[in-house]
């Protein structure tokens, strides 16, 4: 059977009225890593308006599909929903929280939060704010400056008439309780977008932005794609399941670093070319840059260091799948966060040309394993092969004086 021919690819519309609004929904529904039925089951309906057939794994990860007129071997796209938060770690003597942090975020970032906690009642969730233990000038004076940073160091005062622990036991909290950071989301006239937990609710809104660009233009893409939705990318197990082996390649789209002596923007489209796990896939990677060379995407390369994603717990589950990281720019990520709305743009613009696209590699794709003739090794990285000698047959001293296919010494 001859492949399907390849239709031509366009650079589509964003519908970003639609992306600001899924956005701020996002934003404004807590998800702290471990608490996500909420905001899976608002991506969910999203999916469904969308007209993707979904379904949800046994631990609540979200897999939606849009078909192609190729079934197998197939792509996904990658986002998480959940975000960094807290959890009660004890109820303090003088009726306050010690809490622990979920996900990897500094303590420095989260005075000043406010707060909502979760009870095991169901019932309405209490309000808080996290403060240093030493927050009022006028009491400590200097020392406000000079206490040290960390979990140990701050409280939740919880918005009620407390005093005690009885009296914080009596409104129902315990330890294990869910402490989530209140986003406070705002788009500015200049179209920057500042709230907490962008990571990754902008990456939901743009790859759901992507995939309504090719229902609206009514596309139906060559190879079938995955929208896979984790919930626990926060603390390293986000896309250990939720895909089948049909998947050749994933791309996981998630926050790029903005700051000093790193390359990504808050006005493109970033790529990754390495995490903290290693490089990402070298042909993969590059097919990315091509498309926004060749449709005027705006991107930036980069590297990150203190980083990893969906696409490394997905590798480390033992996935043999390709993987790339295209990244909407954050300024002060895990913290004090800023994107704008032309770098979720250019993510949405990216996702939806790559969609369109053939896979990387389709024919050495078609099945999990093949021969060595057959492996593209040379199609992105062409060299000839170097001529192979036996140094066991000559007796040419290596630059040492040893002789050669043996160590001085041996």
Known sequence: MSAPQQPEVQRLAIDMDYVQEVLIDLLRTPSPTGRTDAVVQYVGERMHDLGLDLQVTR????NATLAGRRTRPDRAVVVHA???GCMVERVKENGRLQVIPLGTHSARFAEGANVLIYTDSGQECLTGTVLPLKAS????G??????????????VRIDEPVSTAEQTAALGIQ???FVALEAHPVITPRGYVKSRHLDDKAGIAAALGAFKALRDADITPLVSAHLLVTIAEEVGHGATH????DVAEMVAVDNAVVAPLQQSREDAANIAMLDSTGPFDYHFSRRLIALCDEHQIPYARDTFRHYRSDAASAVEAGLEIRTALVGFGVDSSHGHERTHLDSIRAVAE????????DLTFPEWDEHERGPLTDFPSRSVQPTEFEERRDRRSTDQPEPDGAPRGRRAGD
Do not use: F, M
């Open 59 to 62: 631990r609540g990860l979200l």
């Open 82 to 84: 959940d975000t960094i």
């Open 137 to 140: 000038g006028h009491n400590y």
């Open 142 to 155: 200097d020392e406000v400056d000079t206490q040290g940073v960390g979990w140990p160091l701050v409280e």
């Open 175 to 177: 330890v294990g309780d």
């Open 242 to 245: 939720g895909l089948d082996t």
């Open 350 to 357: 990216l996702l939806a040309v790559y969609l369109q696209t």
